[in-house]
């Protein structure tokens, strides 16, 4: 009986000790993540309005200007850009975001099948997942710990390889894998189109009457020279975007799922100390049975 108790000694103390891990990380995650929020609900109505811009600028260009940022090839080579956490303990997360990965993977079949499917990890897990299962695609690990540094610079430097890429031919379509950030408890992993900008789709039963509207903007100076340097930057911030709402995300599930472990550590205390109190009920009864019939035994 006594090496029941300091077996369920053990693990109380086992249990605490976690207990207070969790606490600690539910602390830190937390703190990170009020900045991260803080800076995707700001960053987010500017990037939505710029993206909005600029499909609505590609669905509009007269024949006197055009970009390569919107034209539509065959589909022969792809690159994929995966987001997820450097670290785990973030509940399905990263899991969620690999299953965005599996499903671009199945329609882009043919392409891997051919050699032209080409992997971006942003963060190491996604890397440390998907080295063996995709070990016949292009894996590029070169930017896995961009989290640890999201400044303007380092993103913008990505976006521009992947605008470079696309234009010169390496790449004829790019998708994001990430994570879109609504709150700290719910989180949704997104797959959404990078390269080539997708123009507005313009719902014809809406514009039956105005068939002919377009985009009221008026550029200054050329809109050639204007479309050069206005739509890299556009990209750019979309793509900050995707970044940011990413590492708020990984912050609200990982907050999310150290609170959650907290409180089922608690739970865990509670049936153990339970348990102790019982076998330690039962000890001191069993000595006490002993003493009585041994007193018993000698008063006979």
Do not use: W
């Amino acid at each position: 009986m006594s090496g029941q108790l300091k077996e369920v000694r053990e693990r109380i103390t086992s249990v605490k000790s976690t207990q207070q891990i969790t606490k600690a990380m539910k602390m830190v995650s937390a703190a990170k993540l009020r900045k991260a929020q803080e800076a995707i609900v700001e960053m987010r109505p500017y990037a939505d309005r710029l993206d909005h811009m600029l499909k609505n600028i590609l669905s509009n260009l007269d024949g006197d200007a055009s970009t390569s940022f919107g034209t539509v090839r065959e589909i022969n080579k792809v690159c994929i850009v995966v987001m997820t956490s450097d670290r785990g303990l973030c509940g399905g997360f990263n899991s969620n975001i690999i299953k965005q990965l599996k499903t671009l993977t199945e329609k882009y079949a043919a392409q891997r099948e051919a050699g032209n499917l080409s992997i971006m990890f942003l963060g190491k897990k996604g890397f440390d997942f998907c080295k063996r299962p995709y070990g016949d695609c292009n894996l590029i690990s070169d930017h896995v710990e961009l989290f640890s540094d999201l400044s303007f610079e380092n993103i913008s430097t990505i976006a521009n390889s992947l605008m470079d890429n696309f234009i010169s031919g390496e790449y004829d379509h790019v998708d994001v894998c990430y994570t879109k950030f609504r709150n700290p408890a719910v989180q949704f992993a997104k797959a959404a189109q990078f390269l080539p900008v997708a123009p507005v789709v313009v719902d014809s039963k809406a514009d039956k009457d105005n068939s002919d509207t377009k985009a009221d903007y008026i550029f200054e100076p050329s809109k050639q020279e204007l479309l050069e340097h206005l739509i890299p930057t556009i990209l750019q911030t979309t793509f900050q975007k995707f970044l940011l709402d990413t590492n708020a995300s990984q912050h609200g599930a990982r907050m999310t799922a150290m609170d959650k472990a907290t409180e089922n550590a608690e739970d865990l205390l509670k049936d153990l100390k339970i348990n102790y109190n019982k076998a330690r009920q039962e000890a001191i009864t069993k000595e006490l049975s002993e003493i009585v019939g041994g007193a018993a035994a000698l008063a006979g």
